[in-house]
């Protein structure tokens, strides 16, 4: 409710900019998350950005002892960061605070 109580101070092609930034996490966010799907509804056996999907095989125990085995996904999205989908969500939180540019840093404690 920060900007309800302080008029923003961003000009309207600032505004524009930060409206495009925002939706532009939403669509990257969307996608890595629709990679990390597509992987595994198809057991690996798919394309990602134009490219058969790379993966790890891993093996893990859970905490009763059992042995389980997965793939590790190293392809689009999720070949440049571990969990770029938080990167993404990130850029979203900034964007909610980008707004009220010009009232100090207390405004950007929930990107933060």
């Known amino acids: 409710y920060f900007l309800v109580a302080h008029p923003t101070k961003v000009s309207n092609p ?14 990257l966010n969307y996608m890595a998350d629709y990679q990390k799907e597509k992987f595994k509804v198809s057991g690996g056996e798919c394309s ?6 790379k993966f790890i095989p891993v093996e893990y125990k859970t905490h009763e002892g ?3 085995k997965s793939k590790l996904l190293i392809s ?3 070949g440049l ?3 770029m989908n938080y ?18 840093f207390f405004p950007f404690f929930y990107f933060g």
Not at 14 to 27: M, N, P, Q, R
Not at 90 to 104: E, R, T
Request: proline fraction near 2%; aromatic fraction near 14%.
């Open 81 to 83: 960061s571990r969990h």
């Open 48 to 53: 990602l950005w134009g490219r058969k999907a």
């Open 87 to 104: 990167v993404f969500e990130l850029m979203l939180a900034l964007s909610w605070s980008l707004p009220a540019l010009g009232y100090g």
């Open 14 to 27: 600032g505004a524009f900019a930060i409206l495009v930034f925002g939706l532009l996490s939403v669509l």
């Open 76 to 78: 689009g999205c999720w």
């Open 66 to 68: 059992k042995t389980k």
